[in-house]
Structure formats: structure tokens, C-alpha cells
């Protein structure tokens, strides 16, 4: 047996893997999650298909909940506190918030408790752990198109049309998907160590929904307060939803200073997932 | 191309134990910030208890393995043979020194990671086999061979939560069964499952060994580490202790593991179990080639049950027998040494005893209990059924098995005694 042969040299091969301590700031490595593409597709698939089964109305939950806000925020919000939607019935206005909200509250929910809830494969197998939180915000966007389904009837019910505008709804999906994962790798590793995150969630959500422009416009915020609301990439996010589907003002600077801040959090946030990754496994 | 699989290089892992283990808290972490200044003062005072908390599961270990061998881990529990393998797997990184894996890596530290009850046998297929790192089209390719190689062709679109629990552990070994690894990782996984089953995952083992895949085994089960592996690690409180041929590895683990414990003692006659006539002095287990107690007995070896005993009345007729009890208390057998019961005579027995120490000894031939544990009430009597003493699990023993009835099977063997007896087959027609 070769036991004290080469033991100084490392081995000369191309998929060797090298297992080392993990100090500081980690690299992330992309090529790595593609190839663990297939474990994405079926852990969102899990997701789907275990929380509506053995429910009697399945999927129609998906749209059961933003169609009863709308409702509500109408008659509340519209109706009797008479909140300006710059000219849009107010149904469609608050809708058009509602669809990106509820994609990103979910999205936030999920990803912060996606690493607790699968502590027993994170224990168990390796695997790159950004996939849970990224299953974390995929698996909303399917209910996401089940109530934009309905938001389109809705639109034609108060007679309006889609315009080429349409194309730009991409960029503020992806902006939506991606303020849910920067703040869910935020949050989904620090609940790993403290778990209080996971009670301190409904209130930030809340907090956040106040903060952003769903029941009314960001027209509304003064002048001043500009450049500090518009940290919250939501805000860029909602108002172009708006925007594209219903015609409001383009949300040109609110769109930069957003995107900036959002990009500052992903980034952040990704490396600060990387350096807490190394202890999921012994603490979670 | 090298030879070697896997290289590790003083390899240790330092865990953080005792208080601080809890779940910590924001507000804890917050209220830390603040009581930092203080806390500098109480910690220069609390530092030795610090070094207390951690404690190292790994340490110093170097090992190579070459391409194509099965090597087994052993060792108690504690020693951090599952901390090696999740490090080797990647779960948890090490602390210090580094390790070198060459080839794609499959690890099963448990069978059925990731199922979940609500889903389909077919569904869980899935999802298990990507968890353990399959593709979607190799798992398309195998789904027939695996829901073959589980018995579950009838239940495969039934909801797992409706399976018995033997259905449950099939299905979840035949998907990692498929595993295609050049290196395999595996943490006792071959407890589950009925004997036919663990037989059959056995075989596929051996298979995969054949096929010249490299394969690192944990496993309490010695038999299957002197039948399966070509080499052993013996793990002991973090460290590697030995490592070599399997028969020597396991012999020096069992070895090590006889404790102090084997013997029962009570060095003061007033407080020792009995009366004025008779008092129990001590209760040991020996076994052959072995010197002092033991309380871990090779399966292949002749057990000495000895009970010691002051005589305190001059010129007493005292016989001696043991109650042997397997684990959940059924009397294996009882046994005295009167002349009738007794395959040897004893010089003592139906002869007045002068006061003093005596010590009566019972033995067991070897390849006659069967593994697991056993314990001994020692009974000491006057006359011919007048018993003076009846200590009830006055002592213990773990038989072991080490392999030599396991050329063939390694499976449970039923039955409370595994005696070895003679077989033969006559061909009559």
C-alpha cells in the first residue's frame, strides 16, 4: 500500500475536488448551480405539487387571495377613503400592485424559510445550498401567472387593452424576483443562527407593504422623500407594473435608484450567504 | 492518471459544543453588542471554561485510498466516522488540513433523504434520486430497473405516506442502489430492511465493488466490514487508531472496547448482597486468551462467568448456579454446579466449605449465544434448593460477532443461542 508515497504532491487530475477549511468570503460559483439545475426543477416541483394536493380548490388559491384583497382595498381604500389612482379605476390599480407584491412577499417568505424546512437534506446530501432559496421565489411565479391571467379579464372588463409596453413587463418581474431573492438570502442564512427571523418576517413584510406603493401611488410621497423612497426596489417594481399594464408615468428615476440598491443587496447578500454557508449544515 | 481516490490530510473539524449550542437569538446577539465591554472582564475569568465547549471530532487524520478499493470505518459511537464522511461529501467543511476526492462522488448517509410522504412512490423517485445528485434523464433511463429492484411495481403510483415501513426503506435503498458514483460514501445504511431485502442490498454492493468503483463504508455491522472491505479504519475519539486488514482492525476494536467494566466487585463483605451464611465478594466475565474482565465477548469464544463468594459458616454445603438472561429478560438457560447438572465435577460441591473466599467458575462454549446482550443472575444456595443469594442483572455482556459464521449470510440471525452444530445431506434418490 502506497501510504507515505507522494503525500506532500496533490493529485493531478481535472476533477479532483479539493475539500479545505472555509474562511471569510467564499466565491460563488455559477457553473457549479447550473449543473444542479435538475435538483431546482425538482424541489419547486415538490413545492407545487405538495400544497395543492389535497386541497378542494387546488390551484384556484392562487388568485383567490389577490382577487378578495382587491376587493377589499376597493372598497376601503377606493371607495371610502377616496385614495387618488391617478385616473385608473381602482380596482385594476391596486391588482396591478397586488401581482408583484404577492410574488414578492411569497418569494421572501419562502426563501427565508427554505433552508429550516429542508434541514434534513442540507444534513444529509451536498448540494449548492443557493438552490433553496432561489426554489424559494420560483415557485410563486406559477401562481403569479394564474392571477395575471385573471388581472388580463379584469382589464378587458374595464376596457383596456395591452400595448407594446408589454415587453418591458420582463425587466420588472425580474426586478421583482430578484429584491425576493436578495432579501431571502438574507434572511434564509440568518435564520439558520437566529431564529427569531422567522417570527420577525409577517412583520417585516407588513411594514414593507406599507412602504410601497399598493394601495396608493408613489405620486403621493413628497418630492424630498424621492430619492429615499425609491431605495425600495419595490417601489420601481410596482410603478412599473403600473406603468406597463395600465399607462400611469413611466418610473424612470424610481427604476435607476432601485435597481442600483437592488443589485447592492443581491450582491451583498450573496456573498454574506456564502460566508454563512459553511456552518448550515453543523447548526441548522 | 493517478491511483488514489481520495487523500486526507491531517483532517480535523472542531465543534463548538455546550451553551452556546442553543439556538441563538437576535435579541441575544443584539444584547451582546451592548454587554461586550463587561463581558471582556468575565471572559478573561471564563476562558478555561471556553476551551471546554469545543471539542475536536476530527483530528490529525491522514489516510489515502486507492481507486477500486471498499475501505470500512469503524469505531464507537463519538469517534467521528460520520463527521469524515460528511466531510468527504462536502456537507460540512473541515476546520483544518484538507482532503482530496478524485472522481464524481455519491454519498448515502441515510436511505430516502428528501422523500416526502404525500408524494407517489414515482414521484419520490424523482425527487430523491435529484437530491442525491441523478439527472432527470438517467432517472427516466432507471425508473423500470429501480422500481423493479424495490418490489413496488403494484404500490409505485401510491402515495409513500400509505407504505409500510419496509416499503418505505426498499424504495429508498433501490433508488440509491442506482447511484452511479465513482466514489461511494456510505453511513450504515445496511440496518434497514428485512434480512431477504438487506441480503439482496448486500449483494448489489458487492456488485458495485466489483465493478471497481471505490467505496468507503461505515458500519457497526463487523461481518459485513471482514466480508466487504479489503481495508479498515479503526476511529477512537476523533483520531485514527489503526487501520490495516479488516480481521485485525476488528479484533483490535473489540479489544479496545472490552472496558473496565466486566466485573462486579463489592470489597466490603458487610455491604455485599447475602446474609450471615453466605455474601456475594464479586461477578466477573473472562473469555479465553483475554486477561481480566470483559464485557465484550467474540462470538467464537469460550465465555468464563465467575462468581466469588465469602462462605461466613464453617462447614456449609453451598451449590452455585447462574440464570443467563438475553436482552429483553428470557432466561437462555440455568445452570448449577450439582453433580447431575454439571458436565464437569466439581470439587466443592456436596463437600463442607470452611469460612472463607470461594470462587466458582461456568463455562460457555463458544459459537453457542448468539450476538447481542446478555445478563447473569448469580444465585448461590445451601442444601439442595435453599437459595441464599439471588442477584438478579448482576452483570452484563455484549457477545459480538465477528464474521466467522458470515461467509455466506449477513443478514439477523434468529434465534436466542446460535449454537454451531453438525449438518449433513444425503442424497436418497
Not at chain 1, 51 to 58: A, S
Amino acid at each position: 500500500m502506497n501510504l507515505n508515497r507522494n503525500r506532500t504532491k496533490r493529485l493531478a487530475n481535472s476533477n479532483t475536488i479539493l475539500i479545505r477549511p472555509l474562511r471569510g468570503w467564499v466565491p460563488i460559483n455559477l457553473s457549479e448551480l447550473w449543473a444542479y439545475r435538475d435538483l431546482l426543477y425538482f424541489l419547486v416541483w415538490r413545492e407545487l405539487k405538495v400544497r395543492y394536493k389535497q386541497t378542494v380548490l387546488g390551484i384556484t388559491w392562487a388568485v383567490i387571495q389577490p382577487f378578495f384583497m382587491m376587493i377589499i382595498f376597493n372598497l376601503f381604500f377606493g371607495r371610502f377613503v377616496k385614495i387618488p389612482s391617478e385616473g385608473i379605476p381602482y380596482p385594476l390599480f391596486s391588482y396591478a400592485a397586488l401581482l408583484p407584491w404577492m410574488l414578492f412577499s411569497e418569494g421572501v417568505t419562502r426563501s427565508t424559510n427554505s433552508l429550516i424546512a429542508n434541514d434534513n437534506i442540507i444534513k444529509k446530501v451536498y448540494f449548492p445550498r443557493l438552490i433553496l432559496p432561489i426554489s424559494g421565489i420560483v415557485s410563486p411565479l406559477v401562481d403569479f401567472g394564474f392571477s395575471f391571467a385573471v388581472f388580463i379579464g379584469l382589464m378587458f372588463y374595464f376596457g383596456f387593452g395591452l400595448t407594446i409596453r408589454i415587453l418591458w413587463l420582463p425587466v420588472f418581474l425580474m426586478m421583482a424576483l430578484i429584491t425576493a431573492l436578495a432579501v431571502g438570502l438574507w434572511l434564509s442564512a440568518m435564520n439558520v443562527r437566529y431564529r427569531d427571523v422567522r417570527y420577525t418576517i409577517s412583520f417585516l413584510i407588513q411594514f414593507w407593504f406599507f412602504a410601497s406603493p399598493v394601495v396608493y401611488s408613489s405620486a403621493t410621497v413628497p418630492k424630498d422623500w424621492q430619492l429615499i423612497y425609491a431605495l425600495n426596489p419595490m417601489v420601481a417594481v410596482i410603478e412599473g407594473f403600473r406603468w406597463v399594464l395600465l399607462g400611469t408615468n413611466p418610473p424612470a428615476f424610481i427604476t435607476t435608484v432601485s435597481m442600483v440598491a437592488v443589485l447592492a443587496i443581491l450582491i451583498l447578500g450573496l456573498f454574506y450567504f456564502r460566508r454563512m454557508e459553511k456552518i448550515f449544515a453543523d447548526e441548522v | 492518471m493517478s491511483d488514489i481516490a481520495i487523500r486526507i490530510e491531517n483532517l480535523g473539524k472542531l465543534y463548538h459544543i455546550g451553551e452556546r449550542q442553543g439556538y441563538k437569538t437576535l435579541r441575544e446577539a443584539i444584547t451582546n453588542i451592548f454587554t461586550a465591554p463587561l463581558r471582556k472582564f468575565k471572559e478573561a475569568a471564563k476562558s478555561k471554561d471556553e476551551a471546554l465547549n469545543y471539542i475536536w471530532a476530527l483530528k490529525n487524520i491522514s489516510f489515502e485510498i486507492n481507486k477500486g478499493e471498499v475501505v470500512g470505518i469503524i469505531g464507537g459511537n463519538g469517534a467521528g466516522k460520520t463527521t469524515l464522511l460528511k466531510i468527504l461529501s462536502r456537507i460540512t467543511p473541515p476546520t483544518e488540513g484538507y482532503a482530496e476526492v478524485c472522481g464524481r462522488v455519491g454519498s448515502l448517509l441515510e436511505v430516502g433523504t428528501g422523500f416526502h410522504p404525500e408524494l407517489t412512490g414515482r414521484d419520490n423517485i424523482y425527487l430523491n434520486g435529484a437530491i442525491l445528485g441523478m439527472e432527470k434523464q438517467e432517472l427516466n433511463r432507471k425508473f423500470d430497473e429501480i422500481v423493479a429492484f424495490a418490489e413496488l411495481e403494484k404500490f409505485i403510483d401510491t402515495p409513500v405516506k400509505h407504505y409500510s415501513s419496509g416499503m418505505y426503506v426498499r424504495l429508498a435503498f433501490a433508488v440509491a442502489a442506482h447511484l452511479e458514483p465513482e466514489i461511494l460514501l456510505i453511513d450504515e445504511v445496511l440496518a434497514v430492511g428485512d434480512a431477504a431485502f438487506q441480503k439482496k442490498c448486500l449483494g448489489k454492493m458487492g456488485d458495485v465493488a466489483r465493478e471497481g468503483r471505490t467505496v468507503v463504508l461505515i458500519s457497526h455491522n463487523m461481518p459485513s466490514i471482514i466480508n466487504l472491505c479489503q481495508r479498515a479504519l479503526l476511529l477512537t475519539a476523533g483520531r485514527l487508531e489503526k487501520e490495516g486488514h479488516p480481521n485485525d482492525v476488528v479484533q483490535h476494536y473489540l479489544d479496545t472496547v472490552r472496558s473496565a467494566s466486566g466485573q462486579i466487585v463489592w470489597p466490603e463483605a458487610a455491604k455485599a448482597p447475602g446474609n450471615d451464611i453466605v455474601r456475594l465478594q464479586a461477578v466477573r466475565i473472562l473469555q479465553e486468551g483475554i486477561d481480566g474482565p470483559a464485557a465484550d465477548i467474540d462470538i467464537s469464544k469460550e465465555v468464563v462467568i465467575e462468581i466469588s463468594y465469602w462462605n461466613l459458616k464453617d462447614g456449609a454445603l453451598l451449590y452455585t448456579a447462574i440464570w443467563l438472561r438475553d436482552q429483553i429478560g428470557t432466561v437462555v438457560f440455568s445452570t448449577a454446579n450439582t453433580t447431575s447438572v454439571s458436565l464437569t465435577d466439581d470439587p466443592w460441591y456436596g463437600r463442607p466449605q470452611p469460612k472463607g473466599l470461594f470462587q466458582a467458575t461456568c463455562r460457555i462454549p463458544g459459537n453457542f449465544l448468539n450476538e447481542g446482550l446478555y445478563s447473569v443472575t448469580a444465585i448461590v444456595g445451601r442444601g439442595a434448593a435453599d437459595t441464599q443469594i439471588l442477584q438478579d442483572y448482576a452483570i452484563s455482556f455484549h457477545v459480538h460477532d465477528t464474521g466467522q459464521m458470515r461467509k455466506e449470510y449477513f443478514g439477523g440471525w434468529i434465534g436466542i443461542v446460535r449454537p454451531r452444530l453438525a449438518w449433513e445431506t444425503k442424497y436418497t434418490g
